[in-house]
């Protein structure tokens, strides 16, 4: 990827030669857009945090060493994706019977039924973040990529380190699933 072409590799590469007012505007840039990818991926706010400073934390040590092959937002997702997958294997979630229990019990309930109104829109986002939520690790993340990040096949697989075809099934049956989920 040419830096000329891409405005915030031309910050980074700014910042790397010690132009701090370039790091701001790239943290003020992308600091919504990492944050939300953050939370909606691993869902819990604490380590939603620490994911969001260490990501940061990476791109501060890196400035040296930064080369422009993929776009500034590609390579931000790639170094927070990849400490998603090293947080979440080092958390892997030890549920007693009793949580398992309620937790099983919670997604048993139905909910009441819907008048027959039409729903708002609000109602329809949450159905969909809901049906998101309930989505495989891998299969989450490349929806979140391509429906909030518009980002390209190409670009998913390099920000996960997946190939172009993996991705693609990744997000057909990610969008099976989310069909299935949405019309009951």
Same mark, same amino acid.
């Given at each position: 990827?040419?830096? @000329?072409? +891409?405005?915030?590799?031309?910050?980074?590469?700014?910042?790397?030669?010690?132009?701090? %007012?370039? !790091? =701001?505007?790239?943290?003020?840039?992308?600091?919504?857009?990492?944050?939300?990818?953050?939370?909606?991926?691993?869902?819990?706010?604490? &380590?939603?945090? =620490?994911? !969001?400073?260490e990501?940061?934390?990476?791109?501060?040590? @890196?400035?040296?060493?930064?080369?422009?092959?993929?776009?500034?937002?590609?390579?931000?997702?790639?170094?927070?994706?990849?400490?998603?997958? +090293?947080?979440?294997? #080092?958390q892997?979630?030890?549920?007693?019977?009793?949580?398992?229990? %309620?937790?099983?019990?919670?997604?048993?309930?139905?909910? *009441?039924?819907?008048p027959?109104?039409?729903?708002?829109?609000?109602?329809r986002?949450?159905?969909? *973040? #809901? @049906?998101?939520e309930?989505?495989?690790?891998? *299969? &989450?993340?490349a929806?979140?990529? #391509?429906?909030?990040?518009?980002?390209?096949?190409?670009?998913?697989?390099?920000v996960?380190? @997946?190939?172009?075809?993996?991705?693609?099934s990744?997000?057909?049956?990610?969008?099976?699933?989310? #069909?299935?989920?949405l019309?009951?």
């Amino acid at each position: 990827m040419d830096a @000329a072409v +891409d405005p915030d590799a031309m910050l980074m590469l700014a910042y790397a030669r010690g132009d701090l %007012a370039a !790091f =701001e505007a790239l943290y003020a840039r992308h600091r919504g857009m990492l944050y939300r990818f953050l939370l909606r991926s691993v869902r819990d706010p604490h &380590r939603t945090d =620490e994911l !969001f400073q260490e990501t940061w934390s990476r791109v501060i040590s @890196a400035r040296e060493r930064y080369l422009p092959q993929a776009k500034f937002s590609t390579w931000l997702l790639q170094i927070a994706h990849n400490l998603m997958i +090293d947080s979440a294997r #080092r958390q892997r979630p030890m549920v007693c019977g009793d949580e398992a229990d %309620a937790a099983l019990a919670r997604v048993a309930t139905p909910e *009441q039924e819907q008048p027959d109104h039409a729903l708002s829109e609000f109602e329809r986002r949450r159905g969909l *973040q #809901r @049906a998101i939520e309930q989505l495989p690790d891998e *299969q &989450r993340t490349a929806v979140l990529l #391509r429906l909030e990040q518009e980002l390209s096949l190409e670009e998913i697989a390099a920000v996960t380190g @997946a190939g172009r075809e993996t991705v693609k099934s990744r997000l057909r049956y990610a969008m099976t699933r989310l #069909r299935e989920v949405l019309s009951e």
